[in-house]
């Protein structure tokens, strides 16, 4: 079976620009979660998403935002760049049962 | 908000030596897993404990959560170089993990 994929896999934006990531769950798993991961404050949760609706959600601002199709694949859209939103973000998926979640190799954001 | 605090951040052995590393909260969560983190990759998911005083074994790997599902310890045995990488924890409840920042384990050969 073959495991969760996101692409693309490095990005580099400047200050401003919006980016658009894209996740693609285990067949089968209708639960998919966004994290953001960076060195002073680790796995930071973004939101999740099961069968299109946004179950929880993290304390990001509004320029953070995600959305899942009916096939489960997931989008996450970022909107003006900073500085700070340079991170690796991990998608990962779920069948849901105890929230065991399975993580895509991420994708590396750089903002200049 | 729930927080999640591991310890040691930071822990460097040789090879063969024995080690254990904490994950204490002031939450309960519904369940406790630990993850293993390679440079470059995404977590992968090393167990899944749920209920309180749960211990599990993994080959050299030995995970306990506590009794009131509050805080949980990773013991590993006769460590090998290739356990090397981060060890992160996560507290599940209402469809989101919080993750604890991790301890980076270097073994030495």
């Known amino acids: 079976k073959a495991g969760v994929t996101q692409t693309p896999r490095y990005l580099i934006k400047t200050r401003g620009q919006q980016v658009t990531l894209s996740c693609s769950p285990i067949?089968?798993?209708?639960?998919v979660s966004w994290y953001q991961q960076t060195p002073g404050q680790g796995l930071q949760f973004l939101f999740e998403?099961?069968?299109?609706?946004?179950?929880n959600k993290g304390n990001f601002p509004g320029r953070f935002s995600g959305r899942q199709f009916s096939n489960s694949r997931s989008e996450m859209n970022v909107s003006t760049l900073e500085l700070g939103d340079s991170a690796l973000y991990l998608c990962?998926?779920?069948?849901?049962?105890?929230?065991?979640?399975?993580f895509g190799p991420g994708t590396r954001l750089t903002v200049l | 908000t729930q927080l999640l605090e591991q310890s040691p951040q930071f822990l460097s052995i040789q090879e063969g030596e024995n080690l254990t590393v904490y994950c204490n909260s002031s939450?309960?969560?519904?369940?406790l897993q630990w993850y293993r983190q390679e440079p470059g990759e995404g977590p992968v998911l090393l167990v899944t404990?749920?209920?309180?005083?749960e211990v599990k074994k993994l080959k050299r790997l030995t995970f306990q959560f506590g009794d009131a599902r509050k805080d949980s310890s990773l013991h590993i045995t006769a460590a090998q170089t290739g356990d090397t990488g981060l060890y992160l924890c996560?507290?599940?409840?209402?469809?989101?993990?919080?993750f604890g920042k991790g301890t980076l384990l270097t073994v030495n050969p």
């Open positions: 998403y099961f069968s299109e609706t946004q179950r």
């Open positions: 990962a998926s779920s069948l849901g049962s105890h929230n065991e979640q399975f």
């Open positions: 939450s309960v969560f519904s369940s």
């Open positions: 996560a507290g599940g409840s209402n469809y989101k993990l919080t």
């Open positions: 067949s089968g798993h209708r639960s």
């Open positions: 404990v749920v209920t309180g005083g």
